[in-house]
């Protein structure tokens, strides 16, 4: 099964499509924490070799293993309401196991890159691939088009970058107003 895995996760970085079909019927929430697991794992080894300070490598070190399947379980979430406003056809288990297998390889690659940190800004280039990965497989698991599956992750994304910013104005407006009472 572990070969298998990384097999997977090879193939859906080169070939995604015939992936996403092939592994549609092997889907299990089981199967997709376990790969996250084995990931979050990987790259927190990864994360380990590159700081030599202990402490902070532990604490951080198991919260990406802690935080990896709780994190895929939410952002599937939040994907698999926005499939559904939009007429998707897929089911939550299926659509969760492909994006393990998304993010998966994916979380190895920045974790790769993030070692270096010279070569860090480069790490927005595997975003945009999973992006793009994302994308094929909530297309493929719902059965709808290429613009409603960029929107069931855009419009979640782009709210919270709305509620983010709004929360910012507000914190560094109230900043303001406490130091000149005036305002």
């Known amino acids: 099964m572990t070969i ?4 997977n996760w090879i193939n859906v970085l080169i070939k995604p499509k015939e992936v996403f079909a092939q592994e549609k019927g092997n889907a299990s929430l089981g199967k997709a924490i376990k ?14 070799v590159a700081s030599f300070i202990l402490f902070d490598v532990f604490s951080f ?3 990406g293993i802690i935080f990896a399947p709780i994190w895929l379980l939410i952002t599937s979430g939040i994907y698999y309401i926005f499939a559904k406003l939009l007429k998707g056809k897929g089911n939550f288990t299926t659509q969760t196991y492909l994006a393990a297998l998304v993010s998966a390889p994916c979380m190895l690659i920045s974790a790769a890159i993030s070692i270096f940190p010279f070569i860090g800004a480069i790490i927005i280039f595997p975003v945009f691939y999973e992006l793009y990965l994302l994308t094929l497989a909530l297309r493929e698991v719902h059965q709808y088009s290429t613009a409603r599956a960029i929107l069931s992750w855009l419009i979640p994304m782009l709210i919270i970058i709305i509620v983010v910013i709004i929360v910012l104005v507000v914190v560094f407006m109230s900043i303001i107003s406490s130091r000149n009472p005036n305002i």
């Open 4 to 7: 298998e895995i990384f097999k």
């Open 61 to 63: 070190y198991s919260m």
């Open 35 to 48: 790969i996250i697991l084995i990931a979050g794992l990987i790259a927190g080894t990864f994360h380990l």
